[in-house]
């Protein structure tokens, strides 16, 4: 097998070469999800950060276009967002033709070099063909470094609630927000988050919007934010928040703030692999869905995982929904609907008796490098549940649920090639349980490399990456100390031709 063959997704996004990380500036358009992410063309590792381009009209398959920002003598390109400034209030375009406003952190080197810590402030550009090239704005900074090392990432919202523009940009062990009328000027209102949360790492790339809660017609504010390192299993993982906030001000709920501190922080993932995701901009023109995307790496082993000529994929894109669980607010994730559309053929099996070990599927039938599978577990007692997938050179990543200990787990230990890096596989990774259940329903997702599993839901979500020497051939269950059934199994063999 080829590097290209064994390793590169079919229907995760990777740049064609380079080395990527943080999804970018993602907005919808006249029938365009635009996805731009943190770019280094000329090497397989972190460098001179320009915003990678690529543009799609299902979230799933992905056309890579030109680059869109290349670092100037200001610095280079951080992670930042874009918003379609649809009532032109910037003056960058018309209304007729209304002018996309990408914020982004300049990351000066020269600064950094002679021991400045105030090199990095934040910049815009505009664009006024839907993303295609940018001008930037001569009087940047807009956002003036404040004396602080840790100052970027900026994610402009617009709050319809309040009218205004809101950015929210992470500075070290607290966020902070600016509004603004015209996208130019902007003031400080506040800042959160030096006393709550998880803070083993500095915080990085937040998001900050207002969600309907499921089935109500209220709403709460949530926060994305990303931390390197100090997530629940190593390295870099993304947390979240759920209050409200007054134009101003962002109060953390009571209920939520006990779990934050009781969990040690509530994650978007509790897998190793996503981290910087942040949400599109502009989607109630389609139809208000909250939709996320993650880098499907880790800081940890990031710049060192077998491949060569690209570095790192996307997670799959996902919807998020803000679900109360009995007075405990989770963001729930769960895949696009888009990825139903490619469904080549689909298996089913009504229910099946778990009472030794079964191969459920093998590759003679369905090709395990693109397929999502569907089940229901019922009657789990406090047991140990094994799923796994496996190949013939007796590469195998197992997960599962802990019913004995009380979490979720991913076992990558013996996925194939793990030796680049110590910190990639000298451990399983877990995720705990959010209360008591003896049903569970499990959604997962693989493509070649990578592993993203949905409980319940998708209110516990596990994502890594792995690399098998050859591809994955069975899926098998282990056997359980009591018997039980897995229902409504559902194999899709996903098409991408
Ligand atoms: C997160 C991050 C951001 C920064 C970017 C640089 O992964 O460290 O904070 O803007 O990557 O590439």
């Known amino acids: 097998y080829t590097e290209e063959e064994l390793y590169r997704p079919n229907f995760h996004f990777t740049p064609k070469k380079g080395w990527m990380n943080d999804p970018n500036g993602m907005f919808y358009y006249n029938g365009y999800y635009h996805l731009f992410y943190q770019y280094y063309p000329d090497s397989n590792v972190w460098g001179p950060m320009h915003w990678g381009h690529a543009i799609s009209t299902d979230l799933i398959t992905w056309t890579e276009k030109p680059i869109a920002l290349y670092p100037d003598e200001k610095g280079y390109i951080f992670s930042g967002s874009a918003v379609v400034d649809i009532k032109n209030t910037s003056g960058f375009g018309s209304l007729e033709n209304p002018p996309i406003i990408a914020m982004f952190t300049y990351h000066d080197m020269k600064k950094e070099k002679a021991g400045e810590s105030n090199y990095q402030s934040q910049g815009i550009a505009y664009s006024l063909d839907e993303g295609l090239t940018w001008t930037k704005y001569e009087a940047n900074p807009i956002i003036k470094n404040p004396n602080l090392k840790d100052f970027r990432d900026p994610k402009i919202t617009w709050d319809a609630i309040h009218q205004q523009w809101l950015v929210v940009l992470a500075a070290g062990d607290k966020t902070m927000f600016y509004r603004s009328k015209n996208l130019k000027n902007w003031e400080l209102l506040s800042d959160f988050g030096k006393d709550i949360g998880a803070h083993g790492g500095v915080w990085e790339c937040p998001d900050f919007f207002p969600m309907l809660v499921e089935g109500t017609d209220d709403y709460k504010w949530v926060m994305l934010l990303s931390i390197n390192p100090g997530g629940p299993n190593g390295g870099s993982a993304t947390q979240y928040f759920v209050g409200d906030f007054d134009g101003k001000t962002f109060t953390i709920d009571d209920t939520f703030s006990k779990d934050v501190k009781q969990q040690n922080g509530l994650w978007i993932d509790y897998g190793r692999d996503n981290y910087a995701g942040v949400t599109w901009s502009n989607i109630s023109e389609v139809d208000g869905r909250k939709l996320f995307i ?70 003679s039938l369905v090709d395990l490098s693109k397929v999502e599978i569907r089940f229901t577990l019922k009657d789990l007692k406090k047991d140990v549940y094994t799923f796994s997938f496996s190949n013939k050179s007796t590469n195998t990543i197992q997960f599962g649920i802990n019913k004995k200990d009380n979490y979720f787990f991913i076992d990558r230990t013996k996925s194939g090639n793990t030796a680049f890096s110590d910190l990639f596989a000298h451990t399983i990774s877990k995720a705990p349980f959010t209360k008591d259940f003896n049903t569970m329903e499990v959604r997962i997702i693989v493509d070649k490399t990578s592993i993203e599993i949905f409980y319940n839901n998708g209110k516990t979500v596990m994502t890594e990456i792995f690399f098998p020497d050859k591809p994955m051939e069975y899926f098998s269950v282990s056997k359980a100390n009591t018997e ?11 098409n991408f031709n």
């Open 294 to 363: 993650g880098w499907m790496s880790n800081w940890q082993y990031a710049q060192k995982v077998p491949t060569e000529t690209w570095r790192s994929s996307m997670t799959i894109p996902r919807e998020l929904v803000l679900v109360n669980d009995g007075g405990h607010y989770i963001v729930s994730s769960k895949p696009v609907k888009e990825l139903q559309n490619y469904i080549a053929k689909t298996i089913k099996k009504e229910s099946l008796k778990i009472d030794k070990e079964t191969v459920i599927t093998d590759q």
């Open 484 to 494: 039980y059934t897995i229902e409504n199994l559902i194999i899709n063999q996903l």
